[in-house]
C-alpha cells in the first residue's frame, strides 16, 4: 500500500528561524498523531504539505504522487483537507451552506456560473451530500442556522464537516480539541473514528490533548525544534525521556 | 431563520412587490418629469452600488475605481451609438466589456496582495484614467466634454424613456445579481473574503474569484454608466472625479455594505441629500463624508464579518494570532 | 538634471515624510490611514490662521502642531479605536470617510482660494552648477532625521510596544501594555510628522483646500515600495517618487509625470509583492 503521506527532509526557514530542519515522516496508520511542545513546528508541517509553504529542502509525496512546490488549490485537488487552529467559517452563512463551501471548491468558476443563472439541480445534491455529513456529526439541527452562532466547539466541527464533505484520501486536523468541552471532544471522535471506519482516508491530527492522542491514535509522531524526535505507539512515546524532557523541561527526564 | 418569520417575509413580499411594480410603471403618469429624472437618478445609483456590493460586500476587497468603470460606460456606450453607430443597447454591451476586461488588467497585479493594496492600486488607477479621459478626446471630447446622444424608446419623452430603460435594467441586474449571490459562485466569493486562508485548502482560487468579482462590478459599473450618460446629456471629465466615488461608498455603506437591498435605501439617502443640500453645495461633501464614517462606525453586523474575524458568542474570546513561524505559543 | 533631482528629493521628502506617518500608524495600530494627509493639512491652516491674526511665525507652528496632535488623538479615540477590531475594510473606508469630513471643513471654513505661506528662511546658494535653496535643505533635513528618529524610536521600549500591539492586542495587554495609551502616542506622533510635512510642502507651493489629496496617494505609494513594513523603505520610496515624477516631468512631459509614477510603482508591485525593503513575514494560519 503506498503511503499516503511521506516527507523527506524537509527544512523551512523563516528569516533566520529554522522551524523545520531535515524532517522525516511516513504515515501509514488511519490516525496518527502529531504532538509536541509549542513553537516546534507542527502547523508548519501542515502548511508544508497542504501547498502553502514551500520548504526550502526536501521533498513531500501524497498518495504517490510528488507534490513539492504544488500549490494549496492543487493539493487540495488531489483529495487533502485540513482544518486550522481557529475556525474558518463564513459567520453570516447557514452551517449547511458552509459545508458545501467544501463541494464548490470542486466546481470550476464557469460551472459555478451556469450553476447559479440556470440549473439547481446540482445544488439540491450538494445539499443533500452536506446534510449527509453534518448528520453524522449530529449537527443536522442546527443546519440552518447563522455559522457564527454557533459556540466554539461546534464551529470547529463544522469546519470538519466541511473538510469531509469531498471524501478526502488525506485529513490534516490542526487541533481539533482545542477549546472544546468534554461533550464536543466526543461529538467529534467517534463519526470522526466512524467515518474514517467507512472510508479509505488517513487522519492526522495535532494535538496538545495527550488523552485524545492517546484513545485515538494508533502512531505518534513527537516534534521538537524541528524535527522527529519520537515515533510510535502513543505509550512508547510519552514514555521516550527525550519527550518528557522536551515537554517539561530536562530536570523531570529523570523522575519518569 | 425560522421557519414562522420566512412565511410572513414571503406573505409580505408577495404583496409588496406587485404594489411596487405598477407604481413603478405608472410613476411617470404621477409625478413631473423633474422627479421622475431624480428618481430615475436613484435606480442608476443603485445599480451602480451593486456592482460595490458584489466587490467589497461579497468579495471583501476595497474596490475604489468604480467611477472610472462609471465613466467608460459613459463615453464608450455613447461613442459606440452617435459615432459609430450601434445599436444602444449593443453599445453598452460593449462598453461593459471593455470595462471588465480593463478591471481584470488592474485587478491582475493587486489580486496577489493585501486588502488595501488593491484601494490604492485602484485609486492610482483612477487617476490615471481621469488623465486618460482628457487624452482619447475622439471618444471623450477631452477636456471640454461631449454631449450625449439621447436615446428615446417608442417615441416617449426622453424622462419617460430614461425611466423604463433604467427600470428594465434595474431588474435584470438585480435578479441576475441575487442569483449568483445565493449560489456556489455567492458563496466562494464570501470565502475569499472572509476565510480567505483557508481557500486554496478547500480548492478555491481566491485570486480567480477576486478578478472575477473585479470585472464583474466593472461591468456593472459601466452599464450604471451608460444609463448615466442619458441623464447626463452632456459629459465632461470634471463629472467623474472622487466626490463621485464618496456617493457611490455612501450609498452601499449607509444600506449595509453586504446586502443588495441596502443599495436602494443607499441611493435614496444620496439623491435626496443631494437635492436638499443643493444650494449650499460646499456642504454635500461634509455631510457625505459624515455620513461614510457614522455608517462605517454603527454597520449592523455588516462590516464584521468581512476580513474574517468570525464571531462567535460563546468561544473564548482573545484568541492570539499565530503566525507561520510558530514563534509565538498559541 | 542634478538641479531636477534635487527638487525631486524636496516634493519626494513630503511624500517621505507622510509615508513615514502612513507607516507609523500602520506599524503600531494596524490602520491604513488614508487622512494622514487632511490631518496634516488642517493644522497648517490653523498656523495660517494665526500668522494672519498677528502671531509670529515661530510661535504659530509650535501650536499649529500641537492642534495637529490634538486632532489626531481625536480622530483616534473617537472613530479609529471602536473600530480597531475589525478588519483593514473598516479602517479603509473609516480613514476615507475621515478625510473627506476634514478636506470639505476645510473648504467650508476657509474656503478654496490659493494663499500664500511664507517660509521664515527664504535665499539659496550654489555648489557647482546647481542652485539649492534653503527650504530645500530644510525639508530634505527633517525628513532624514524623522526617519532616523523613527528607526530609533522603534527600538526603544515605547517603540517595541508599538510594535507588540500591532502584531497581537492580547498578549502585551496581559503583560502590562496600556493598549489605548500606545495608539494614542502612535497617532498623535504621526499627525505632527505630518503636520510638519505638510507645512514645509505648503510653503514651497501654495495652500489651498485641495493640497492634501494628491498627497495621501503618493504616500501611499511611498509606504508600498518600501513594504509598508519599513521606516527606512518608505522614506526612500518616497524620495524615489519624487525625483522619478520630476525627472518625467522634465524629461517627458508634465502630463506624464502621474503615469509614470504610477507605472513604476506597479512594475515593482508584481517584481517584489512585498515591497522592496519587507521581510517576508506571512501572517495568519
Redesign the interface.
Known sequence: MTSPLSAENISVSFGGNHVLSGLDLQINRRFTGLIGPNGAGKTTLFNVISGYVTPSAGSVEILGSDVTGLGQVEIARLGVGRTFQTPKLIGDLSVVENVMIGLDGRTSLLAQLSEGLISRSSARAKRARAIEVLEKFALAGVAEEEAGSLPLGSQKIVEVCRALVTEPALLLLDEPAAGLGRDDVEQLVEPLRDWVAAHDVSVVIIEHDLELVNNLCEDVAVLHLGTIISRGTPAECMSDPQVVEAYLGAGFAQRS | ?ARESLGLRRTALSVVVPVLALLAVVLPDLVNPYRLFLATLIVIFAVAGTGLVVI?GWT?Q?ALAHVSFLGIGVYVTNWLFSDVGVPWPIALVLAAFLASFIGILIGF??A??????L???T???A??IS?LFV?VDVVTGGIAGKSIETVRLFGMSSARSHWYMALIVAVLVFA?VH??G???????L??V???E?????????ST??KL?AFALSAFIAAIAGGLFGQLLSYASPDNFH?ALL?QF?VVV?VGGV?RLSGTVVGAIFVIVSRELLQDVG??Q??V???S??LA??FLP?G??????????????S????????????? | MLQQVIAGLQSGSTYAMLALAVVLILKATDVPNFATADMGLFPVFVIWQLIERGLSYWLAVPLGIVFGVVLGLVIERLVIRPILSESHFASVLMTIGVSVVLGSALQLIWGSEPRRLDAPISGNFKIGDVFITYDQVLIIGLGLAFMFGLRYFFTTPWGIRMQAVAEDRVTPRLLGVRVGRVFSVSWGLAAAISTVALLLHTQASVLTDAAAGPLILKAFVAATMGGFGSVTGAFLGGLALGVIENLSGFYINTGSRAAVAMIFVVVILMAKPDGLFSKARPREV
Not at chain 2, 449560489?183 to 466562494?188: E, I, K, Q, S
Not at chain 2, 486562508?197 to 482560487?205: D, E, Q, W, Y
Request: hydrophobic share 45%.
Open positions: 431563520m467589497m471583501g476595497i497585479p493587486a496577489r496582495l493585501r486588502g488595501f493594496y484601494a490604492i492600486a485609486l492610482a488607477f487617476e490615471l488623465r487624452e441576475g442569483r449568483l445565493g449560489t456556489a459562485f455567492g458563496r466562494c464570501r470565502t473574503r472572509d476565510a486562508v483557508a481557500t486554496g485548502s478547500l480548492g478555491i482560487s480567480n474569484y472575477f472622487t464618496i461608498l455603506f453586504t460646499d456642504w461633501r461634509w457625505f463624508g459624515i461614510l464614517v462605517v462606525r453586523g462590516l464584521t464579518s468581512i476580513g474574517g474575524r468570525l464571531r462567535s458568542r460563546r468561544s473564548s482573545g484568541e492570539a494570532i499565530t503566525s507561520f513561524g510558530e514563534g509565538v505559543p498559541a
